[in-house]
């Protein structure tokens, strides 16, 4: 199936960062050019800070009050201890997509071997996957690539429009 036959996808983009400012969400926009770039819209990016219940909030917004098909998380999936993001996934999501996460790393650990640090998760809420990606706009681009090409296929699937 060729990209003019797939379904449309919307996203959600979620930065968590005490540190940032919408306007310097380096690995957002570059987020936001690689949905673009593939066909795909970008219906809401936001800044939150690292914190469990706010971030569980911004990802329960972009999937039930925008309707999107795929939440990106972009940062707080490391070690520190404000790294709270797989935290507030598996807050407000059903099931886990472990396969995806299992990706991002060993496409990741082809780059670096600090991919062993992340504890990004994938899941699911409702017909939303949620995808925690790394916070550094070079790691967040790489994981990006890893996942592109599974995201029609996820979708489709929780859409119940079959294979």
Do not use: Y
């Not at 999107?68 to 709270?84: E, F, K, N």
């Not at 790691?139 to 029609?152: C, I, K, Q």
């Amino acid at each position: 199936m060729g990209k003019a036959d797939m379904r449309p996808i919307m996203f959600g983009i979620v930065t968590c960062s005490d540190t940032r400012e919408l306007t310097e969400d380096d690995a957002g926009f570059a987020l936001e050019r690689k949905i673009a770039d593939a066909g795909w819209t970008c219906a809401s990016h936001v800044i939150v800070k690292d914190d469990v219940d706010r971030i569980a909030e911004a990802i329960v917004e972009a999937a039930d009050g925008h309707g999107v098909d795929v939440v990106l998380t972009c940062g707080g999936s490391g070690l520190s201890p404000r790294d709270v993001t797989p935290e507030a996934t598996r807050k407000v999501c059903d099931r886990e997509v472990p396969g995806i996460a299992e990706g991002m790393r060993a496409h990741s650990l082809q780059i670096t071997p600090f991919a062993m640090l992340s504890r990004a998760v994938c899941m699911q809420r409702g017909t939303c996957i949620v995808i925690n990606l790394p916070g550094s706009t070079k790691a967040a681009t790489e994981n990006w690539e890893a996942v592109e090409g599974v995201l029609p296929h996820a979708v489709s699937m929780m859409a119940r429009e079959g294979h």
